[in-house]
């Protein structure tokens, strides 16, 4: 409920200057501290819903504890490979979608293994902790793994062929005073808008209402990866 009310101010208050980013920032750092909370609790409330066989396993099973320490592996590698890959999804073209859509995809990869799992390895979820590491472990490093996978087959195997798109610029922001980032907010869309990190001296030469050049590659996947930006010349 806490995180629901945060969510409200943060959505009106989102493009606001200071003062009220002030406000924005208190109620974006306490919704955060609940879902510290709720994960810190997360495993306890996973119990209380759907008991264990066991809480501590005296003798655990050889593939069992390869499986738990694997779990956690496999989700912390996930994460590195995303925030190398976070940068190639900001330069594409519909990249949010791109990183949803591959990451849900990886979810199903994940209930299929786990459906897999229970029917021929159960014990593997019959001591408390490994159940909940299991489960984390496969179902967000899946959701990693899947998207930055995507990313990174789109882009690196995107066609050479470099061609010209040309879109609108709705407005300018800064993410900060020092080294800030410079976004361009441009109408990709009829009724939606796409967010791209261009460097600052680019940022300073453009104004709003500008008509601005994307140089794009085709992707593999079908996603348009950004290799420049340029502004359109007036005559």
């Known amino acids: ?27 974006f750092l306490f919704g955060m ?13 996973i119990d209380s819903f759907f008991p264990p066989v066991t809480l501590i396993e ?26 190398f890959e976070l940068q190639q999804l900001d330069n594409t073209i519909g990249g949010t ?10 979810i199903a ?18 001591e408390s902790k490994r ?17 930055s996978a995507a990313s990174f087959i789109n882009h690196f195997y995107a066609e050479s062929e470099i061609s010209t798109k040309e879109f609108v610029l709705k407005r300018k922001s800064t993410g900060g005073k020092r ?7 441009l109408q ?14 680019f940022f300073e030469t453009v104004e709003e209402r500008q008509t601005i050049l994307l140089n794009i590659q085709k992707g593999k996947l079908g996603y348009d990866v950004i290799v420049g930006f340029r502004k359109k010349e007036t005559h």
């Open 131 to 147: 159940r909940y590491t299991v489960h984390f472990g496969l179902f967000i490093g899946c959701f990693l793994w899947s998207a």
């Open 97 to 106: 979608n791109l990183f949803w859509k591959a990451g849900f995809i990886g």
């Open 33 to 45: 501290y609940q879902i510290i909370i709720i994960a810190s609790l997360s495993q306890q409330i």
């Open 188 to 201: 990709t869309k009829p009724s939606s808008e796409e967010r791209f990190e261009v460097t600052e001296s």
């Open 109 to 126: 990869v994940a209930i299929v293994i786990t459906i897999i799992l229970k029917k021929t390895t159960p014990s593997v979820y019959f």
């Open 58 to 83: 005296t003798k655990t099973k050889p593939f069992d504890r390869i499986l738990y320490y694997f779990s956690s592996a496999f989700f912390f590698i996930g994460l590195v490979f995303l925030l």
């Open 179 to 185: 080294n800030a980032s410079h976004w361009l907010f």
């Open 1 to 27: 409920m806490y995180i629901v009310l945060c969510a409200i101010p943060l959505w009106i208050l989102a493009e606001e200057k200071p003062p009220l980013s002030y406000i924005a920032l208190l109620f």
